[in-house]
């Protein structure tokens, strides 16, 4: 009995102490920790493709753990940032063709990994139907991201429309901080002459997304 | 020469099941149905799992005398004693005392094949994942040592501090926004009835939803037409973030597994699962 109370007792204190672990490890500590395994998690890479796995600023600011909300300045701050990356076309047009804007709407291909080499793609795909509805006539889309059927239906295609259409692909944080949206333009996925493209196809009164 | 029977097998009657779950969709999007056009071949194939052919491999596999040592993998040690696989990977991640690290069902694999087998680790790594030329027998055997705990609860524990660690590490990782697309798992797997074109995403805040997810893994993929194991899982939702390949049993993998299946707690588990 004297030996069983003992354990009892031994045994019993981590559960007691259970309540206080949970702070631990604490919130500096977890970041240092979860940095260096990133820094190790891909091994044989070149740096060209670690890097990805670096966090920019913004994204960092954009990393809360579970339902912690952006304060005011942080979100200010990655507004201040996305409008820095702006970047625009060469040639200034901001809408470009619309029928080369939809065959790069629906691909999804380039900038993935395999074995350490980037996929051989003749140009990157602009991934807004993984996310998006975009012509009423296609039922293969996503939905993480509102549907934008009829969205020049709706604002017109003048140059102001061009343009905000063109930033928020180009760098969606300058408008919705954090918002899942990637930041196509500024991360390079796509080239401005392309972004161009896509934001004909969702402005232009004879695109499909904009049919009646 | 390895075997390649149960994939080719497999491969075949996946084949079919997918292309008839194609018409299905197509029914379904007609009648105004929310389209979830891969769940005729999701059950199809649950009814008549392809993925036992890698229970019977792994058990053989786990069973057999192999490698330089010429030994079998019945003295591995997965957390609850060697040789005891009823129940241990229900507390999987765990801190294992021998290496001193936090390790999952297939860095754990990994060590009794390079330890007790005397494989070349660079080689097990090499052939971890199977493709249409090669089985993979890290897939069976995690199918098999999973699969032995059928019928129980997930349940890790996070006793020690170091799976503390690894569990608010993991937690850490699956918010962080990273690469190209800045994404963080979060960004899909953090709403409901979300979608990827017309792939259903589990919502990970529910924890309903995480159960049903970890019930299930390793899984048989039909459109992989083959068994893929919880560190391909993550290992493939990296490569469509854009991010490097991630490293096999890589600490990222783990601390990311200890989350999931730590959220994923009281999941019945059955394993092989059916996934797309």
Redesign the interface.
């Known amino acids: 009995m004297g030996i069983r109370m003992t354990a009892w007792v031994v045994l019993g204190m981590?559960l007691i102490a259970a309540p206080g672990?949970m702070s631990?490890?604490d919130a500096p500590?977890?970041?240092s920790?979860?940095e260096k395994?990133?820094a190790?998690?891909?091994?044989?890479?070149p740096d060209s493709?670690?890097r990805?796995?670096?966090?920019d600023k913004a994204?960092s600011i954009?990393?809360?753990?579970?339902k912690e909300k952006l304060t005011q300045e942080e979100a200010a701050e990655v507004v201040r940032l996305s409008r820095e990356s702006m970047k625009y076309p060469a040639a200034g047009k901001l809408a470009g063709d619309w029928q080369a804007g939809a065959r790069l709407a629906y691909a999804g291909q380039g900038?993935?990994?395999?074995?350490?080499k980037v996929e051989t793609a003749k140009e990157n795909g602009a991934?807004c139907?993984?996310?998006h509805a975009l012509d009423p006539g296609e039922?293969?889309?996503?939905?993480?991201g509102p549907s934008l059927i009829g969205y020049g239906a709706a604002r017109g295609s003048s140059e102001e429309v061009a343009r905000l259409t063109y930033e928020r692909i180009y760098n969606a944080w300058a408008y919705a901080p954090c918002s899942?949206?990637?930041?196509l333009g500024a991360?390079?996925?796509l080239t401005p002459e392309q972004i161009t493209q896509v934001v004909a196809y969702l402005i232009d009164p004879q695109s499909p997304v904009n049919r009646k | 020469m390895r075997r390649v029977g149960p994939g080719a097998t497999a491969s075949l009657f996946a084949g079919a099941v997918f292309a008839g779950c194609v018409l299905a969709a197509g029914a379904a999007l007609a009648q105004g149905k929310p389209p979830d056009p891969m769940a005729v071949g999701r059950q199809l194939l649950a009814e008549d799992n392809p993925g036992e052919l890698w229970v019977q491999r792994g058990e053989n596999l786990y069973r057999e005398k192999r490698g330089p040592r010429e030994a079998s993998l019945e003295a591995c040690d997965f957390g609850l004693g060697p040789g005891t696989l009823e129940g241990a990977f229900t507390h999987l991640p765990r801190y294992f005392a021998d290496t001193g690290k936090v390790e999952d069902l297939e860095s754990r694999l990994l060590k009794c094949m390079v330890e007790l087998q005397g494989f070349d680790r660079a080689a097990i790594i090499q052939t971890r994942f199977s493709n249409l030329d090669r089985a993979s027998d890290m897939e069976a055997l995690a199918t098999y040592v999973a699969s032995r705990s059928n019928g129980m609860k997930m349940d890790v524990r996070l006793d020690h501090p170091r799976e503390r660690e690894m569990y608010k590490a993991g937690e850490y990782l699956f918010f962080r926004r990273t690469g190209p697309t800045d994404f963080a798992c979060i960004t899909c797997h953090g709403d409901e009835g979300k979608r990827i074109r017309l792939q259903d995403l589990p919502n990970m805040t529910d924890r309903r939803q995480m159960q049903a997810v970890i019930a299930g893994w390793p899984a048989y993929r039909g459109t992989h037409s083959t068994v893929r194991t919880m560190q391909h899982r993550l290992y493939d939702c990296n490569w469509q973030m854009r991010l490097p390949d991630l490293g096999f049993a890589s600490d990222v993998s783990i601390a990311l597994t200890t989350y999931l299946n730590y959220q994923g707690n009281g999941a019945v588990i059955r394993v092989p699962g059916v996934r797309r």
Not at chain 1, 52 to 55: C, D, I
Not at chain 1, 62 to 66: A, D, E, I, T
Not at chain 1, 180 to 183: D, G, K, S, V
Request: aromatic share 4%; proline share 8%; charged share 10%.
């Open positions: 981590p672990c631990f490890p500590a977890t970041r920790l979860g395994m990133v190790e998690s891909y091994p044989g890479m493709l670690t990805r796995a670096v966090q994204q954009c990393s809360k753990v579970g900038g993935r990994v395999v074995g350490g991934l139907s993984n996310c039922v293969n889309v996503g939905n993480i899942n949206m990637p930041r991360n390079g996925h």
